[in-house]
């Protein structure tokens, strides 16, 4: 029997798929739960672990629980009800939620965790799926050192740079603006591109020049060479994941009563690039804003 304490994954969805993956190999007992329950099952077949009938029972098979889940609402109605999460959690287990959530909710789940006798901490990630195949993930930690120190095997094998950024609800504040500067460089760099082609620059030549310059930034690094230019735009996470993102860090702006024009600006481009291009896009495909503004292609 393995000494390694038993983990519940709720959300093997294209991040948490490989994220829990990660887990199995590193020999913890994994039970899993998804939406989806074929995915769940599928899951357990090609990776490993057991498949749970309900949250409740997943919590309390686990010591550890880790929710990676699209938005706030949903991670509250895994949470919550008679068959939650809160309803079967083993006195002292720690919820991790590594979601993008919104601070204000994750500080009331948090709450709700110590009522039911256990724990709630907020743990959300940054490198996409490219980084969480490869266990890289960058990890922001909103929480006591104690607990840090509890969960940090576990967050060790998802990804390699884990900060602490304070209590309960910092972290995924963390994340919001770390997306929030993260989709300001993406469209600065894709304006300058449109720019810099209809002037005679190679859109290609010019990537190679900002990566080696002061205008690097992950965009340039990371997205237009892989995503945009050959016209693929798959990343793999949501335009509207990121529209999500950015409305949460507005709302700690209004929250703290900090006037960010920029900011504001920034989010209503991508809301509206959502609207115009419709449902299911990837953000990468923000990209196309800029080429329908201009009547003109980057690629």
């Known amino acids: ?17 490989p994220m829990a993956s990660h887990l199995h190999k590193a020999g913890y007992p994994l039970h899993i739960i998804d939406a989806d329950q074929e995915r769940a099952k599928q899951f357990a077949s090609e990776v490993g672990g057991t498949v749970s009938e309900s949250n409740k029972a997943l919590a309390q098979a686990s010591d550890i629980i880790i929710t990676i889940l699209p938005t706030s609402a949903i991670v509250e109605k895994v949470l919550a009800g008679d068959q939650g999460v809160l309803a079967g959690l083993r006195p002292d287990a720690v919820i991790i939620e590594m979601s993008s959530g919104v601070p204000g909710m994750t500080l009331e789940f948090a709450k709700l965790a110590e009522q039911a006798g256990g724990h709630l901490v907020d743990a959300p990630v940054s490198g996409g799926v490219p980084r969480a195949r490869t266990g890289e993930l960058a990890i922001m930690f909103g929480g006591s ?42 469209l600065i760099a894709a304006e ?22 002061t205008g690097m930034n992950n965009s340039t690094q990371k997205k237009f060479k ?45 809301a509206s690039t959502g609207q115009m291009l419709g449902p299911g896009q990837d953000h990468t495909a923000i990209a196309k804003l800029v080429e329908n503004l201009n009547n003109d292609k980057l690629s």
């Open 1 to 17: 029997m393995s000494s390694l304490p038993t983990i519940g994954f709720v959300g093997v969805g294209s991040m948490g798929w």
């Open 226 to 270: 892989q995503f945009v230019l050959n016209g693929q735009y798959n990343a793999g996470f949501g335009l509207d994941l990121m529209v999500k993102d950015l409305s949460i860090a507005m709302g700690i702006a209004r929250d703290t009563s900090t006037a960010s024009p920029f900011s504001a600006m920034c989010r209503e481009l991508w």
């Open 145 to 186: 050192q104690a607990l840090l120190d509890r969960v940090k095997p576990v967050l060790n094998c998802m990804g390699t740079a884990i900060q602490h950024t304070g209590a309960v609800g910092t972290a995924h504040a963390m994340k919001a603006l770390n997306n929030l500067v993260s989709a300001g460089g993406f």
């Open 192 to 213: 300058a591109l449109m720019i810099g082609k209809r002037f005679g620059l190679s859109p290609q030549t010019m990537i190679d020049v900002l990566n080696a310059s």
